[in-house]
């Protein structure tokens, strides 16, 4: 597929060249002129949902707390480094709206099927509903499952994790999968599996059935040219 017509998607908004998981992200996305956004989202400890990747506060805080241990009102008064405020996933939801055609997926960062059903509801209340996704692993579809059941309208984006998973994935309900690795060492394995399994006939299945296929994460120039052989539709990188 020709690069132009690859869409490009910000891992938490891009970490590399923005604060993570952050509306100031979100913007800097926006003015880069990608496609998409990817935030993880949590529940704070009184039910409120909150962009954060972290269980614990400490590497982008700077305080060494459980973050779903504290209250919406207590996450307000944290930075995220330093600087950032941590966004209510409302801000964000708003934010999208001002950006129009974007996609927003979001990923569940915790294991716990009140977050799976909250986020669901929520997204599939917003005005932005019709481009967004829930998104997690195959092995945690329990939690997709439960968004989904609570909230029929909600659209799912499933990492398969290995590459033999990505049919059931599709299975599943999947309008997007989001494949590929977060390391040096699972991009080494990843890949090795990816050759075993024979990963552009496993795309090319998956987009005939209509679902959107992404590979990622891509922060070099190598890694975006591999996934485009592989037959991605897009690209995931921390660096706009």
């Keep these: 597929m ?3 017509r690859i869409k490009i998607y910000a891992h938490r908004g891009a970490m590399r060249t923005s604060p993570e998981n952050t509306i100031e992200a979100l913007l800097r996305a926006q003015q880069e ?4 956004i990817e935030f993880d989202v ?9 962009l954060f990747h972290d269980e614990n506060a400490l590497r982008v805080c700077g305080r060494n707390v459980p973050v779903a241990r504290l209250t919406w009102r207590e996450l307000q008064e944290l930075k995220v480094f330093g600087r950032y405020a941590i966004p209510h996933l409302d801000d964000a939801l708003a934010a999208m709206e001002g950006w129009p055609g974007a996609e927003l997926f979001l990923d569940l960062h915790q294991p716990s099927v009140p977050l799976a059903e909250t986020a669901g509801r929520r997204l599939a209340a917003s005005s932005v509903r019709a481009r967004s ?9 329990h939690l997709l499952l439960a968004a989904k059941k609570v909230a029929p309208a909600v659209r799912l984006a499933i990492m398969p994790g290995p590459p033999w998973d990505t049919q059931a994935s599709c299975d599943l309900g999947a309008e997007a999968i989001s494949l590929g690795w977060d390391g040096k060492l699972t991009r ?4 090795a599996a990816c050759a075993l399994y024979d990963l552009p006939a496993q795309a090319a299945k998956a987009k005939a059935r209509g679902v959107s296929v992404s590979g990622g994460v891509a922060n070099a120039p190598g890694d975006v040219r591999y996934f485009v ?3 991605m539709d897009g690209i995931w990188t921390d660096d706009l």
């Excluded at 002129?33 to 998409?36: E, I, K, L, N, P």
């Excluded at 080494?188 to 890949?191: F, K, N, P, T, V």
């Design 133 to 141: 996704f829930i998104l997690d692993f195959y092995k945690n579809r």
């Design 188 to 191: 080494i394995l990843y890949r």
């Design 2 to 4: 020709p690069l132009d």
């Design 229 to 231: 052989a592989q037959g």
């Design 42 to 50: 949590q529940l704070s400890a009184d039910g409120e949902l909150f």
């Design 33 to 36: 002129g990608v496609d998409g």
